[in-house]
């Protein structure tokens, strides 16, 4: 074939199988056998063969899954993707269809929608041609997935318009696809997934994208990454925005007018959720109007405008042994049940919380009885009640210890807290709670040092503190059981290793109260240094976007005990960097340019710079980008088509500039 002729019939298939691809796996429609969209297929690769820069990224011959990665890159999530609170029931969602009326007013709808058990993705799209893809990861940063996500076939490799677009929503595994893969796992003497969930994300997580394209993949989409200058008022509208451009949406979102009709929507769903053919954990519930949306913001993990209902867990029945008592790192005490091991929900379960006295007498749970056992959340497994038919009397009653089971010091109640708490700060139980703490995968996640060696080495006092982790020796460490040459090689490297943490790795290792892996993050990317976050008043902790009067006070509190400022000089003495090094750098204090320490929003279509390069000049100039607009906005930059951030600047007051002034400012 001529190339000419070619480039036209390489286009016109193209055009074919990607509509054919769309009516089968979007629409479910297909409108022609199998055999001819193969047959098209192979005319395809057939030009691509002969004339290679026929190519196109388009292609749908670019799904079968190319080269194999050696890692996966890390993407920056420009509006940071959040996950959603629980509501488990009626209650909880009267809960949030108060505050949501609090703030907006009477005059609001919410849009309902399956909670697809998957994994959270993102999908970018330039000028309608897919660029790339990712996960969630933390929800600032995540890894690019683009080539296997290539392979799913209900993700369009070209949207039916020529948009730039961000979509996210969920990829699973269809309950049918996960059944027959862990089949052929069992046939093989392999160790099947516990669930579509898991398989989803081992299929995704795979180097080698041929595997995540044998895997029957499949998506929905369900919100906008930014929706400025696309014209939608509403998160229904961004729904089907994302329809018509050829992407996979659910059909059964629906409008719901109030409380009553969305306790209606679950109730239907609840109903027929098994005879659906891919798994459901629950209903999302949202307000529809992206401006009201704004207006109701967000938390530091989740917006206020979506609440996601979770469906009850199951249940199965076990026997309760025992119970323990176990002090927690903030000397809170809590009681443990014991278990004959049974599988719930995927996994085999041995202990469960039974979270605290009160709770064990209302329940009347007794050492012997037979318990109904879930898995709150689907995660933690948790004492549902006693079944006390199943009695035969020689059931005890359990009572809490008064003192402390590891130093003995009398428990106390705080005021307006049900826990006991043992209030001895040298309670050896808390401080080896809080090595264990210290050492956790979110923290300065030292892999060989789990629960075992760390009470071990606490237990030959080996180590008091965290800084003692860092003065330990081979020697030392072969004294302690079942530790060979080998392993205490590797655990001392994976000790050195931890010292280049970034800083937040080591503020949420530390234990702040308040202060979780995500506010870590945030004062680390803020703050730069430990020096500078000690030195930080409870004003300047409070005018972060995300910190709030709590944590502040917890903070400032932290750096003025003078044990923790002895344990951080120890730290550094000992080589432990102290210092932000993740992604994202950003130096307020090393310029005096106007968007120093300045939280600026960027909204609406920039005609000189890609949001991207806007972000990155500004980061670089000491100011911190998020992704909407908030009391604690210092500045909105307002390109084209500036949309609700822009209206929303307006009415808080806050300053705005637009692009010209923007750029002025870069290069003064
Ligand atoms: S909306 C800001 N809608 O549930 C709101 N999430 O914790 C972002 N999910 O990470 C989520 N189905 O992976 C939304 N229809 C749906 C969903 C959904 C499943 C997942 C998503 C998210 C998690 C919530």
Redesign the pocket.
Known sequence: MEYEAAVNKAKELRQLLNQYSYEYYVLDQPSVPDSEYDRLLRELQEIENTYSDLVTPDSPTQRVGGQVLSGFTKVVHDIP????ANAFNEADLRDFDRKVRETVGENYEYVC????????ISLHYEEGVFVQGST?GDGTIGEDITANLRTVRSIPLRLHEPITIEA???CYMPKKSFEALNRIKEENGEVPFANPRNAAAGSLRQLDPKIAASRNLDT?L??IGDITGLGVETHSDGLDLLERLGLKV?KARRKCYNIEEVLQYIAEWTEKRPSLPYEIDGI?I?VNNYQQQALLGNTVK??RW?I?YKFPAEEVITRLTNIEVKVGRTGVITPTAILEPVRVAGTTVKRATLHNEDLIREKDIRIGDYVVIKKAGDIIPEVVRAITDRRTGEERKFSMPSQCPECGSELVRLEGEVALRCINPNCPAQIREGLIHFVSRNAMNIEGLGEKVISQLFNHELIHDVADLYRLTKAQLLEMERMGEKSASKLLDAIEASKNNSLEKLLFGLGIRHVGAKAAKILARQFLTMDRLSKATREELMAIPDIGGKMADSIAAYFENEEAEALIRKLRDLGVNMAYNGPMPQDPGETDSPFAGKTVVLTGKLTQLTRNEAKEKLEALGASVTGSVSKKTDLVIAGEDAGSKLEKAEKLGIEVWDEASFMHHLQA
Do not use: C, H, Q, T
């Open positions: 993707m959040l996950s959603l929608e399956l909670k697809i058990d998957g994994l959270a969630r996210r929503g969920e929905f369900y919100a659910n999302v949202k989740s917006p979506a996601a």
